[in-house]
C-alpha cells in the first residue's frame, strides 16, 4: 500500500505529468466553450452534435490516423525549432515543398513498387528540408528574423509550387484544376482499415516522434539545441556553435514539414486507380498552422505532440460528423477553431497549474514535519 | 518608552517551503543612520518589501511614530513618507532625469503637464543637498553614479523622511562612495531617518548609527555601532568566525600564460574605441588585477580575451599559441577558463540541471559522449564529485535546476565548473559581485589556491578590498587604456582610487601623445 502511493507521488512529481493535467484541464475548458458555440448556432441538436464531436472519431479510427499524421509531422517541426527559441511559421511552406517534391518524384520517376513511395518520401524531406535551410542559413549568418522569412517562404513556396504543377503536363489536369492520379506505386502502403486512407505512414511519424525525443534527451545535439534555446547566451559562452545548430535545427524543422507534406499527398486512396491529388488554387496549407496549435497542446515535447495531433485530428473527424445533424461546416470549424484554441491555453495553464501544486504540495511538507525544520534552522 | 519612527515589530513573512522573516523586529529612531546586515538570502530584501508595501507579512505589526499602520502598496509607503533607493534602479532609460524624477506624481492642471513648477522643486533639492544632476540628461546617457542620485531625488520629491538604501554603494567608485555617505550623514543631520541595507562592514562602520543583523531569516540582534567591531559584525551575520586577511604565499611566478599586445577593441554604444591599444602579460603563478570603475573598457577587452567579441586591432597569444581569432572552444582547449561577469546571462543555463551545467563546458569531451550521446552515469559522477568538493548546496543535488539555487551556489558550481576544467589561465571577472562574506572567502581562497598551482590569473573586479587584497599586481583602467601599474604591497585605496577616476597615471601616457 504504501509502496503504491510513494510511486504514484512520484509520478505526479514529475514535470511530464503536470503538463499533462493542465493539457487536459486545458481541453475540457475548449470542449465546454466549443458545445456553447454549437448551442448557440442550433440549439435543438446540440447535445446529439456535441456527442458526435466528442466520439465520432472513435468509429473513423482510421481518418483519424490518417488525419494525423501530417499535422503530427508540422506540430514535431514547430516544436522541434521552437526547443532551439526559433519560431518556424514557415512549416506550411516546408510541408508544400515536400509535397512537391513527392509528387515530382511519383509521375517523372518511374520505379518498382517497393521502392518508389519510399523514394517519393525522401523527396518529400529533401524538399522540406531546402525550404528550411533557407530561413535557417539567412538567420544564422546575417541575423534575419526567421519568422519573417519563413512566413515569405510560405508564399513563395505556395505559388512556386502552383506555377510548376500547372506548367507540368504529367502531373497537372488543368480541366479539373487539380493534380492527376498518383501511380499505385508511389502511394504509401495502407495499414489495411476498410474504407480509410490510414497508412503506415503514421508509424514512421510516430517513430521520428520518438526518435527526436532521444536526440532531444539523450545527444549532445540535443543538449546543445535546448541549452541554445534556453539561453543562447550562455551556449555562446560555452562555445557552441549558434551558427551550425540554427541552420541544421531548421533543416531538421523543414524536414519534418516536408515529410507531413510527403506523407499527406502520398496517402493510399481507397477507390482503386486513384489517389490524393493537390489542386494549385493560390492556398497557403493550413497544415503549417495546424502544426503550431498541434506543438502548443503537446508543449513542444514530441511524444507530447503524438498525442495532441491524435486528440486535434479525432475532434476534427468528430466535426464532420456533427455536419450531418445539420450544422453548417463553417460552424464546425469555428467549434473545432474554439476546442484548438482554449486547449492551446494549456502553456498558461500549465504554469498556474504546477505552482499550484507544487503550494499544496510543500503546506502538506510544513505541517507533516514542522519540528524537523524548526531544528534544521536551528542547528543552522 | 523611546519614541521610533518606523517599528516593525515580530515580522513573519513565509513563502512556500521557507521563513523568509521569522519574527523580525525591527526599531528606526528618528534621525538616525540603521543599518541592515545579513548574508544574501538572509532576508533583508524580504523584511525591506514588506516595509515598502511589496509583500504583506502573516504574522506581525508596522508602526509609524507608535500607531499601527497597514502598508498594502508602495503607494500607502510613499503616503507614509517612505521612500526605497532599489538596488536595481527603477528608471526609464529614454525619459529626461526630471520626467523620471516626476513620474507617478505629475504635476498637471488639467492634465497637462506643468514641468516647470517640477523642475524648480527638483533643482532647489538638488542644490540643498548637493545632489548634483542634470534635468534635462536622459538616463542612458548619465553615469550610474548620477542615476542613484536621481532615485535619491526621487524620495526627496516626495518628501519621504524615511529613506530605504538596498545595497546603495555596489555600483558606486569609493570617491562616489564617500559623496554618498556624506550626502546620508546630512540626511540625518536634517531629522530624515535611515534605512541602510548592505553586507559590507567597513561603509557600517563608518556611517550607520545602529545595526540589525539578519542570518538565514531570523533576526540576531540590534548593537550600537559605537560597540562593536568588524569582526564581531561579521560573526554575528555569518555565524562563525572571518577572517578579513587573505593569506597568501610568497609569488612564484613561471612562463608568461597570455601575452595581450596592443588590443584595441571598439565600442557596441560608440563610435569610439572601447579598449585603445591595451598590452599587458599574465605570468604563472600570479594574479593579475584589472581594476578600474565599471564602463571603462573591462568589459569588453574581456570580451575580446575570451571570443565573445572581435578585437579590432592587436594579438592574443595564450600559453604560447596565437588565439587572436580562435573560436571560444578552441580557447577553451588551449587553457582557457572564464567565470563571466553575468553568471545569469552567461554563465548558467538556469533552465539546465546542475550537472548540465557543471559539464557546460566539457559535455563534448570523449569522457562525457560516446558517438553524440551523452554518457548520464559520467556526467552524474562528475557532478556529484565536484559539488561534494566545491561543497555546492542545492535542493536536490546534482538534478536541482540551477534557478533555484542561491546566488552563491550558483557561482560555488561555475567555479567548480572553470577551476576543474584543465586550464593555464584563468579569467575571473568579478567572480564575488553580489555575494555574501562567507561565499566570498570561499573564492577568495579558489582564486588564491589556483594562483598557488602555478595557472595565471585575470581578475576583473571593481571591489577595492578585493583589488588590494587578492592581487599580485594591480592594472587599473580608465576610458579603456591601462593607466597604471600598481603593487598592492606599497599602494593605497585612496591612490588607486585616483588612478581609477583618472587624475593619476603611470604608465604609457608619452606612447599615448607620440600616436
Known amino acids: ?380 | 518608552m523611546e519614541n521610533y519612527i518606523i517599528e516593525m515589530l515580530h515580522i513573519t513573512k513565509e513563502f512556500p517551503g521557507i521563513i523568509a522573516n521569522d519574527d523580525i523586529t525591527l526599531q528606526l529612531r528618528k534621525g538616525e543612520i540603521h543599518a541592515l546586515l545579513g548574508e544574501n538570502g538572509a532576508g533583508k530584501s524580504t523584511l525591506m518589501s514588506v516595509l515598502f508595501g511589496l509583500y504583506q507579512a502573516e504574522k506581525g505589526e508596522i508602526k509609524k511614530n507608535g500607531e499601527v499602520v497597514k502598508i498594502n502598496n508602495p503607494n500607502d509607503a510613499n503616503s507614509l513618507g517612505i521612500g526605497m533607493v532599489h538596488q536595481h534602479f527603477k528608471l526609464v532609460e529614454i525619459f529626461t532625469v526630471l520626467e523620471n524624477i516626476i513620474l507617478g506624481v505629475e504635476p498637471n492642471k488639467m492634465g497637462f503637464l506643468q514641468k516647470k513648477e517640477a523642475r524648480d522643486k527638483v533643482i532647489s533639492l538638488s542644490k540643498k543637498y548637493g545632489l548634483q544632476v542634470d534635468p534635462d540628461a536622459y538616463i542612458e546617457k548619465i553615469s550610474v553614479g548620477m542615476q542613484q542620485r536621481v532615485e535619491i531625488l526621487k524620495m526627496l520629491y516626495r518628501d519621504n523622511d524615511i529613506l530605504i538604501f538596498d545595497e546603495p554603494t555596489a555600483v558606486l567608485t569609493p570617491q562616489e562612495i564617500d559623496e554618498l555617505m556624506d550626502i546620508m550623514r546630512g540626511f540625518a543631520k536634517e531629522g530624515k531617518s535611515i534605512l541602510f541595507i548592505t553586507h559590507k562592514l567597513n561603509e557600517i562602520m563608518s556611517v550607520a548609527d545602529r545595526c540589525t543583523v539578519l542570518r538565514k531569516g531570523k533576526c540576531i540582534g540590534t548593537v550600537d555601532i559605537k560597540n562593536t567591531t568588524k569582526e564581531e559584525l561579521s560573526k554575528m551575520m555569518v555565524g562563525r568566525d572571518i577572517s578579513f586577511t587573505v593569506d597568501k604565499k610568497e609569488i612564484a611566478t613561471g612562463d608568461v600564460v597570455l601575452s595581450v599586445h596592443n588590443v584595441t577593441v571598439p565600442s557596441k554604444t560608440s563610435k569610439k574605441n572601447a579598449v585603445k591599444n591595451v598590452s599587458f602579460e599574465v605570468k604563472a603563478g600570479e594574479i593579475v588585477c584589472l581594476a578600474g570603475i565599471e564602463g571603462n573598457g573591462q568589459t569588453e577587452l574581456v570580451a575580446a580575451l575570451t571570443g565573445l567579441d572581435k578585437l579590432s586591432k592587436g594579438e592574443i597569444t595564450l600559453a604560447g599559441k596565437d588565439i587572436t581569432k580562435a573560436s571560444i572552444r578552441n580557447r577553451s582547449k588551449t587553457g582557457m577558463s572564464h567565470i563571466p561577469e553575468d553568471r545569469h546571462k552567461y554563465g548558467l543555463v538556469l533552465d539546465y540541471s546542475l550537472e548540465d551545467n557543471i559539464v557546460l563546458q566539457r559535455y563534448w569531451q570523449t569522457e562525457f559522449q560516446k558517438n553524440g550521446f551523452i554518457k548520464r552515469p559520467a556526467v552524474r559522477s562528475y557532478a556529484d564529485k565536484l559539488i561534494e568538493q566545491y561543497d555546492v548546496r542545492s535542493g536536490q543535488g546534482a538534478l536541482s535546476t540551477t534557478r533555484s539555487m542561491s546566488g552563491g551556489n550558483q557561482q560555488k558550481a561555475i567555479i567548480a565548473r572553470e577551476l576543474d576544467k584543465k586550464h593555464e589561465l584563468l579569467v575571473a571577472v568579478q567572480p564575488t559581485r553580489g555575494l555574501d562574506v562567507g561565499a566570498i572567502e570561499f573564492i577568495h581562497k579558489q582564486l588564491i589556491g589556483n594562483r598557488d598551482q602555478g595557472k595565471g590569473v585575470l581578475l576583473i573586479s571593481l571591489e577595492l578590498d578585493e583589488v588590494m587584497n587578492v592581487s599580485d599586481r594591480i592594472l587599473v583602467m580608465y576610458e579603456g587604456e591601462i593607466v597604471g601599474e600598481l603593487d598592492p604591497k606599497t599602494t593605497t585605496v585612496q591612490e588607486l582610487g585616483l588612478y581609477m577616476s583618472g587624475a593619476k597615471r603611470n604608465v604609457g601616457k608619452e606612447s599615448g601623445h607620440a600616436e
Open chain 1, 1 to 380: 500500500m504504501q509502496n503504491k502511493t510513494f510511486s504514484l507521488k512520484s509520478i505526479t512529481k514529475t514535470k511530464g505529468f503536470s503538463s499533462f493535467t493542465a493539457a487536459l484541464l486545458a481541453i475540457a475548458l475548449g470542449l465546454i466553450f466549443g458545445f456553447i458555440v454549437m448551442v448557440f448556432a442550433l440549439p435543438g441538436n446540440s447535445l446529439a452534435g456535441f456527442g458526435r464531436v466528442l466520439f465520432g472519431g472513435f468509429t473513423r479510427l482510421g481518418d483519424v490516423l490518417y488525419f494525423a499524421t501530417p499535422i503530427l509531422m508540422t506540430g514535431l517541426s514547430v516544436g522541434f525549432a521552437f526547443k532551439m527559441g526559433l519560431f518556424n511559421i514557415g512549416s506550411s511552406g516546408q510541408y508544400t515543398m515536400g509535397m512537391f517534391f513527392a509528387l515530382y518524384v511519383g509521375f517523372m520517376w518511374p520505379m518498382p513498387a517497393s521502392i518508389h513511395w519510399l523514394v517519393c518520401v525522401l523527396a518529400g524531406l529533401i524538399g522540406g528540408m531546402i525550404w528550411g535551410f533557407i530561413p535557417g542559413i539567412l538567420k544564422a549568418l546575417f541575423n534575419v528574423n526567421e519568422v519573417i522569412t519563413s512566413i515569405m517562404f510560405n508564399y513563395i513556396g505556395m505559388y512556386l509550387v502552383d506555377m510548376l504543377v500547372q506548367g507540368n503536363s504529367t502531373m497537372y489536369i488543368s480541366t479539373k484544376t487539380r493534380t492527376a492520379y498518383l501511380p499505385a506505386s508511389a502511394q504509401i502502403p495502407s495499414l489495411g482499415i476498410p474504407y480509410s486512407n490510414a497508412n503506415i505512414a503514421i508509424i514512421i511519424a510516430i517513430v521520428i516522434a520518438i526518435l527526436l525525443h532521444i536526440t532531444l534527451n539523450k545527444t549532445t545535439f540535443g543538449y546543445e539545441l535546448k541549452a541554445t534555446g534556453f539561453n543562447k547566451f550562455a551556449s555562446k559562452y560555452a562555445g557552441m556553435s549558434d551558427k551550425r545548430n540554427t541552420i541544421l535545427t531548421m533543416v531538421i524543422a523543414g524536414a519534418l514539414s516536408g515529410l507531413g507534406g510527403a506523407f499527406a499527398i502520398l496517402a493510399p486512396s481507397t477507390i482503386a486507380g486513384s489517389s490524393m491529388t493537390y489542386e494549385p488554387i493560390s492556398v497557403i496549407a493550413s497544415a503549417g498552422f495546424n502544426g503550431i496549435a498541434v506543438a502548443l497542446l503537446g508543449f513542444a515535447n514530441p511524444i507530447g505532440t503524438i498525442f495532441s495531433a491524435i486528440f486535434i485530428s479525432h475532434i476534427g473527424r468528430g466535426g464532420t460528423l456533427a455536419s450531418l445533424l445539420g450544422y453548417k461546416p463553417e460552424i464546425i470549424d469555428v467549434v473545432i477553431a474554439v476546442i484548438i484554441y482554449f486547449s492551446s491555453f494549456a502553456l498558461i495553464m500549465n504554469a498556474a497549474f504546477a505552482r499550484f501544486i507544487k503550494q499544496r504540495r510543500e503546506k502538506k511538507l510544513d505541517t507533516n514535519q514542522p519540528t524537523d525544520n524548526i531544528k534544521k534552522g536551528k542547528e543552522a
